[in-house]
């Protein structure tokens, strides 16, 4: 399954779950879980490198840290 429909099935239940969440954590948190679906992996650099976009693999990975950092893990 291509890692944007995933992102989009974990975006729909995770809104649905948690309305009144802030949309960047919500994304943040569905692409996270499709990251490890996809890349069959909880480090980071894997996940990261299963995200699309132009950013390199060192800023996605700190934008996953980053987002755990928010919760205090």
């Not at 800023?59 to 980053?66: M, V």
């Amino acid at each position: 399954m291509p890692i944007t429909k995933l992102y989009n099935t974990w975006m729909n239940k995770i809104t649905q779950l948690l309305p009144n969440e802030r949309v960047t954590r919500v994304r943040n948190l569905a692409w996270l879980l499709a990251g490890i679906f996809q890349s069959k992996s909880v480090h980071l650099s894997k996940i990261a490198s299963q995200l699309p976009g132009k950013a390199m693999l060192v800023s996605a990975t700190r934008r996953l840290d980053r987002f755990f950092g928010v919760f205090g893990i």
